[in-house]
């Protein structure tokens, strides 16, 4: 094995800078273009097509000093999401960057970039530690990266220490993307069934037939990083508690802020604006999930508040739809496809579990490949 070297990250590195946000913010934006990446796109690990905006030839040119190029690093440097790190995917090329985003561009010759992805995964906490110093927003600057320490062995060994990483990567976005299609498949058949080929002679039911509608009890502080169960908020992340005060089959629905539905399964925890929604039979969990995903903006749309949107219990259990009176054997149907999508799920965090605990070890050398 070589030996590891100490450099600072602007000596194996060709490109590290930031942008702009186009004169006219997001009013200036197009439809279609070259992507315009922000802070929203980058989350740890991987690239978030929530929210990609674009901008036009002309946009692109004023940002010509922050051209992304395929195996670029981008690293959010201010605000919540600071030292949120991830590649750019192909596909989303031509792109630029706005200032809340760094392109961080390494010599692949002397520095893989998939080993400074995994580099600087494994420095979060001190990223998060040096935003902090002199501000009242959190921001790390372009000095700040490019007087980075990090000790990388000979390319080579770089190599083969990022592809066992990238590996578990690929099988974990597999698996992710293959949940993605399972979904659309939920969805896709119960627009078929229950939409399209609805009949007049169907029952009408409320959803409060279904479901007691109740909500969590614990603040959002309640969260821990390292906490035992699932905690559902309104935010589309799930965090997590050291405790829990439901068991069961569940449809998690937002109350306020941005309406989301999620389903669960087991031992969770929720907070105190997040409706807990566990039928009384629970042969219609998983129909009954689809369902509300599919009629999430018709249930929601009289939502209250005139600054923060909120949902009432009335609104839920009253909200009506049309049901045949037999109809278990599309209920069947719904279960085998989130009996799949739970196997990939527990596959997910298994292989997630292990990546999180190798990728310290083989940053630091701690753990060998065979090269």
């Not at 976005?173 to 993605?180: C, E, I, K, P, S």
């Not at 039911?205 to 959002?220: Q, R, S």
């Not at 405790?243 to 998690?252: M, R």
Request: proline share 3%.
């Amino acid at each position: 094995m070589s030996e590891w070297k100490e450099y600072k990250l602007a000596d194996l590195c060709t490109k590290i800078g930031s942008g702009a946000t186009p004169r006219g913010g997001g009013e200036s934006y197009k439809e279609t273009g070259i992507s315009l990446i922000r802070s929203q796109n980058v989350l740890d690990f991987q690239f978030s097509y929530s929210g990609l905006a674009f901008i036009d030839d002309e946009q692109a040119d004023d940002l010509k000093n922050v051209i992304v190029r395929e195996n670029d690093v981008l690293l959010n440097i201010t605000g919540d999401s600071v030292a949120r790190v991830c590649k750019v995917p192909k596909k989303v090329i031509p792109a630029r960057v706005n200032q809340h985003v760094a392109i961080i561009r390494s010599d692949e010759e002397r520095l893989n970039s998939d080993f400074l992805l995994y580099y600087l995964l494994k420095l979060k906490e001190h990223l998060l530690s040096i935003s902090e110093i002199g501000a009242t927003r959190r921001a790390i600057t372009k000095g700040m990266i490019e007087n980075l320490e990090i000790s990388i062995p000979e390319i080579t060994e770089q190599t083969a220490i990022a592809s066992v990483l990238s590996r578990l990567d690929d099988k974990i976005d597999l698996l992710h993307r293959q949940n993605a299609t399972l979904e659309k498949m939920a969805e896709t058949l119960f627009r078929q069934w229950f939409v399209e080929e609805a009949k007049e002679e169907w029952e009408e039911k409320k959803l409060g037939e279904f479901f007691p509608v109740i909500t969590g009890k614990k603040d959002a502080n309640y969260a821990i990083e390292d906490g035992k169960y699932p905690f559902f908020t309104c935010s589309q992340k799930t965090l997590l508690a050291p405790s829990y005060s439901f068991d069961g089959k569940a449809i998690l629905l937002a109350g306020n802020g941005d309406f989301n539905v999620k389903r669960y399964k087991g031992k969770f925890e929720a907070y105190q604006r997040t409706y807990v929604l566990i039928p009384y039979d629970e042969k219609y969990h998983d129909f009954l999930y689809v369902l509300m995903k599919f009629f999430l903006t018709q249930i929601t749309e009289g939502h209250q508040g005139s600054v923060i949107n909120f949902l009432t219990k009335g609104m839920i259990t009253d909200f009506k739809v049309l049901l045949p009176i037999q109809y278990d054997d599309k209920l069947t149907e719904f279960e085998k496809i989130y009996k799949k999508v739970d196997i990939n799920t527990n596959q997910i965090r298994t292989l997630t579990a292990l990546r999180d605990t190798l990728l310290p070890k083989l940053m630091s050398g701690e753990v060998k490949v065979e090269i």
